[in-house]
């Protein structure tokens, strides 16, 4: 069965049927939840893909370059922030669609080098409290540049942003194609799918380049790397402008799906999410961090469906607000994945082969 | 900016109250860190826990025993609640770091968050998300210092910190659990060999951290009047930033972190609209401390008395 089996992968067509079946179940998913659980699923899809990027960002800096950074959320802020101000009635600006992401990304790849300059010589978990605090620093700013000039417009943040356009094609808007209806959420999705899977393949095409593995090195030893002629300070701040170049993307896709950004959404515990996607999918791995983010972005959703009806059929009554329960859920699967898989869900080869020694 | 000695003063006192604050909730950071290389993430729900648990102690006691004087009252809520603390952060370390030391090292820093989480809830579902007004134990009624006031209860908790801070040093020096703890940090298994108890050490770590964790959630509680659920994370968060200033997995760094903490956070407010001409106002306290910490730590990367960079990043 498994020779057979063997036999089938080794057929060269074999690549070709599998990719054309993964694609075909990308492409009918939203339809498939849609039908199960309500146009709610879809859009709980579109953001599992906005963190599926993030994820994707924050694995160059953690997972290749070993850089650990805790206010990553920070660059999807500025992504989400340049978006709204340069496509709003805030400013009275409306860039079109495709000057505003890659702007968007180039902001937040500034931003990344701004944070990556003055920590290249801090290790560890000095790096860490760093990037936290770098991370709370725009947050409070955000919070607080509504005076003397109004930027940000404060805690209040910017609404009525415009949506998301490929020309006059609004994807808010539901179309019709083939004679199948699509609605917003759908068209998001397609979107995020696509971007999504242009990150998925930067990133491998990254991973295995000179540059990836001069990341993969200064994670191993920093001192060893440069002795191999790597130049570290660049190679880092490569690491901190790629990773905040795609968080940078999302913000953007952020900002014009919600059509409102506030601080609210910029909070410390956001960068703790997808840090956890990113550690408990299987740091390094990408498949493992795309698994890990879609995890972390459904679950609490999946929870919260499902909490309510569970106590009721229990108990006859709510007993526990479902909001405290899932909390506590969430906090105890983080635990309990990590003790039984402490290399994440899908761990990397090469972390596989380290813990087996 | 006309310089005025009293609101200097000032400054100073409440930057040194918040400071032993930060300062005794860092000791259980980098106690932990130092020993096992590990942010305990957890520990400022630990915090959280003990100024619920003593607030609950003492309503209790002034509504059945209403005669009680108010310091006992104090002292049997913090007695209570300590124990309660040490079980957590002994249960904590066996059941989400311990199997965990051979891991990647990002894995007990995951297992720390879940358990931040799940201490939250269970916060929420004993207390609820109100606000809980904690009993006036020591006064807070003013006294007047050279044109500042001070409250009793400020007095009460610089003195209370101060001890604790000297009582850990004097046990970290010069007691046999103290050269163990010492030993431990320094190299594990040599410790092991020598015949030290290493998980006897890091479980007494974890348990004496919870501790001073407790009376430092207390002091906050007494101090402001006020105590909730989510009071461990921002409190952490500074304790946290204190220590790493101070250079973390050093007991004395985390004192002097702490208390700069407090004086640059409280310092920062009272001047910052000064300084920057009206442009930044006092909301801004808290970037002004990230900044002094990003500068100190450009300067000095390993803290300002940190010794060894951590080389497993």
């Known amino acids: 069965m498994t020779d057979r089996f063997a036999a089938l992968k080794a057929h060269p067509a074999a690549k070709w049927v599998g990719m054309l079946l993964i694609g ?49 959320i920070a660059f999807y802020a500025v992504g989400a922030y340049t978006y709204a101000l340069l496509a709003s009635p805030h400013f009275g600006i409306h860039l079109p669609l495709w000057a505003l992401l890659p702007i968007a990304a180039g902001v937040a790849a500034i931003f990344g080098v701004l944070l990556g300059m003055p920590v290249l010589r801090l290790r560890g978990d000095y790096l860490a409290i760093v990037t936290l605090g770098f991370g709370e620093i725009i947050r409070i700013f955000l919070n607080n540049l509504n005076a003397p000039i109004n930027i940000t417009n404060g805690p209040q943040g910017i609404s009525r ?6 020309g006059d094609f609004t994807l808010t808007k539901s179309h019709t194609l083939f004679g199948i209806t699509f609605s917003g959420v759908h068209w998001h999705y397609y979107f995020f799918l696509l971007l999504a899977l242009l990150i998925i393949f930067i990133c491998m095409r990254l991973e295995d380049s000179r540059i990836g593995r001069a990341w993969v090195a200064i994670r191993e030893d920093e001192v060893a790397a440069k002795a191999m002629g790597i130049n570290t300070r660049n190679i880092k701040l490569l690491a901190f402008a790629m990773g905040a170049t795609f968080g940078g993307v999302a913000g953007g896709l952020f900002a014009g799906f919600q059509a409102f950004v506030s601080p609210e959404s910029f909070i410390l515990m956001e960068s703790i999410v997808v840090l956890c996607a990113v550690v408990l999918g299987g740091m390094g791995n990408i498949p493992g961090v795309i698994i890990g983010a879609l995890i972390l972005a459904t679950l609490p959703e999946f929870l919260r469906y499902t909490i309510m009806p569970a106590q009721q059929a229990l108990f006859g ?40 020694r | 900016m006309i310089f005025q000695f009293d609101i200097l003063l000032q400054q100073i006192i409440n930057g040194l109250v918040l400071g032993s604050v930060y300062a005794l909730v860092a000791l259980g950071y980098t106690m932990v860190y130092g020993i096992l290389g590990l942010i305990n993430f957890a520990h400022g729900d630990v915090v959280m826990i003990g100024a619920m648990t003593a607030l609950t102690i003492a309503t209790a006691l002034q509504t059945f025993a209403p005669e009680m004087p108010t310091v006992l009252v104090l002292l049997v809520a913090v007695a209570g609640a300590a124990p309660v603390c040490m079980a957590l952060g002994y249960t904590m370390e066996r059941v989400a770091y311990r199997p965990l030391r051979n891991a990647p090292r990002l894995a007990p820093l995951i297992t720390a968050i879940g358990i931040s989480m799940v201490l939250q809830a269970a916060a929420m579902m004993i207390w609820g998300r109100n606000y809980f007004t904690f009993p006036e134990l020591v006064s807070h009624q003013p006294i007047m210092v050279l044109g500042a006031t001070i409250t009793p209860v400020q007095i009460m908790i610089v003195t209370l910190a101060a001890a604790l801070m000297a009582g850990l040093t004097l046990m970290v020096n ?104 009206g442009f930044l106002g006092s909301h801004y306290q808290d970037v002004f401390a990230f900044f002094v910490l990003i500068v100190v730590l450009i300067f000095k990367p390993s803290g300002l008395m940190g010794e060894r960079v951590a080389e497993r990043a």
């Open chain 1, 24 to 72: 075909a179940a990308l492409l009918l998913l939203p339809f498939a939840v849609g039908h199960v659980g309500g146009p709610a699923w879809v859009r709980v899809l579109d953001f599992a893909l906005l963190y599926v990027m993030l994820a994707l960002g924050l694995n160059i800096v953690v997972g290749f370059a070993g850089l650990l950074d805790l206010g990553y």
């Open chain 1, 161 to 166: 942003i415009d949506p998301l356009a490929v």
């Open chain 2, 174 to 277: 010069r007691t046999r659990i103290g050269r163990a703890m010492r030993a431990t940090a320094e190299n594990q298994p040599i410790a092991a060999l020598m015949g030290v108890n290493v998980n006897g050490v890091i479980s007494f770590t974890f348990i004496v951290g919870s501790g001073l964790g407790c009376v430092a959630g207390v002091m906050v509680a007494a101090n402001y009047g006020i105590a909730h659920y989510y009071m461990g994370f921002i409190l952490g968060l500074k304790a946290f930033t204190a220590a790493v200033l101070g250079g973390i997995g050093n007991i004395q760094g985390a004192m002097l972190g702490g208390l700069l903490l407090g004086l640059i956070e409280s310092l920062g407010a009272g001047y910052i609209g000064d300084l920057t001409g």
């Open chain 1, 317 to 356: 009554q709510q007993i526990v607000d479902p909001e405290v329960l899932r909390t506590m859920l969430f906090g105890l699967a983080l635990v309990l994945v990590m003790l039984f898989r402490p290399a994440g869900l899908w761990p990397s080869q090469v972390r596989k082969r380290e813990l087996a």
